[in-house]
Nanobody
Framework: QVQLVESGGGLVQPGGSLRLSCAAS????????MGWYRQTPGKQREFVAT???????NYADSVKGRFTVSRDNAKNTVHLQMNSLKSADTAVYYC?????????????????WGQGTQVTVSS
């Protein structure tokens, strides 16, 4: 009922910038919170940033001051502006959305994930 598609990943030099985007599509849903997580091989998926429908944001300590999350509710999109990138930021970044979804018996809260986009920071 809800599909999330990330874009904007790629290879960037240390100290450079990237802007990730995630678009939600489908029908019969209303998105609440949206956010970003990242994962590297052999490690657990970690929280990066979230933003509520009202615009309140939360960031992991490791990215605070360098990353900015924003959203466009009318377009059902969320963005992650990443500045001053470092090698430790290299990971697959996943878009997450919490939504109220219309089902046969009413509304149900569910979490959705995108397919992930690779971010590589290297010289």
């Amino acid at each position: 009922q809800v599909q999330l598609v990330e874009s904007g990943g790629g290879l960037v030099q240390p100290g450079g910038s990237l802007r990730l985007s995630c678009a939600a599509s489908g029908s019969g849903f209303s998105i609440k919170d949206m956010g970003w997580y990242r994962q590297t091989p052999g490690k657990q998926r970690e929280f990066v940033a979230t933003i509520t429908s009202g615009g309140s944001t939360n960031y992991a300590d490791s990215v605070k001051g360098r990353f900015t999350v924003s959203r466009d509710n009318a377009k059902n999109t969320v963005h992650l502006q990443m500045n001053s990138l470092k090698s430790a930021d290299t990971a697959v970044y996943y878009c997450n959305a919490n939504a109220a979804v219309l089902i046969s018996t009413g509304l149900e809260g569910r979490a959705y994930w995108g397919q992930g986009t690779q971010v590589t920071v290297s010289s």
